[in-house]
T-cell receptor
């Protein structure tokens, strides 16, 4: 079946602009995660949605970052007033709440802030 | 603070050899353990996971888990140049996100 999809695949924006990144999880997956990966670095957890529960926002680096999820489907990560240090690949993953909780990743959105 | 430690590498092995990738974790409540492979410029892909102490084999890959020592490893037999990638270890507990290590970069030399 279809995997996790993300759009856009690449985004170049000017410092100070707002950006929205989109994630479509695997159908039926109740959990959705956002990560950030700077060049040559590890995965940095940002936010986690599980069903109708309140999201775990503990990884969001500042109040410029926010995310929403509509039910158990699409999620949008919004970065306001982008800064150059926001340049990274933003990865979305989803998992089923049953079984092993293994996460499946989308291809990512490469964000470049100029 | 849940910590996951991996040797960053690079770990260089000759083609056909066994590559051994190691990971230690701090959260004793971790119940399952995932190994992901990430090629340069790509997103992580799941290789395998293990729940129970001991070994779990899947093709050329074997995951080994020792919960008492808080240690999990991944062995790759008959290593191929196409195995060259960064390997991420991720313990999991409860209904929480995976905690990823920074990964070990493996280079298989032809």
């Amino acid at each position: 079946g279809a995997g996790v999809s993300q759009s856009p695949s690449n985004k170049v924006t000017e410092k100070g602009k707002d950006v929205e990144l989109r994630c479509d999880p695997i159908s039926g997956h109740t959990a959705l995660y956002w990560y950030r990966q700077r060049l040559g670095q590890g995965l940095e957890f940002l936010i986690y949605f599980q069903g109708n529960s309140a999201p775990d926002k503990s990884g969001l680096p500042s109040d410029r970052f926010s995310a929403e999820r509509t039910g158990e489907s699409v999620s949008t990560l919004t970065i306001q007033r982008t800064q150059q240090e926001d340049s990274a690949v933003y990865l979305c993953a989803s998992s089923s709440a049953r079984g092993a909780y293994e996460q499946y990743f989308g291809p990512g959105t490469r964000l470049t802030v100029t | 603070q849940k910590e996951v430690e991996q040797n960053s590498g690079p770990l260089s092995v000759p083609e056909g050899a066994i590559a051994s990738l190691n990971c230690t974790y701090s959260d004793r409540g971790s119940q399952s353990f995932f190994w992901y492979r990430q090629y340069s410029g790509k997103s992580p892909e799941l290789i395998m996971f293990i729940y129970s102490n001991g070994d779990k084999e899947d093709g050329r890959f074997t995951a080994q888990l020792n919960k008492a020592s808080q240690y999990v490893s991944l062995l790759i037999r008959d290593s191929q140049p196409s195995d060259s990638a960064t390997y991420l270890c991720a313990p999991h507990s409860g209904n929480t996100p995976l905690v990823f290590g920074k990964g070990t970069r493996l280079s298989v030399i032809a």
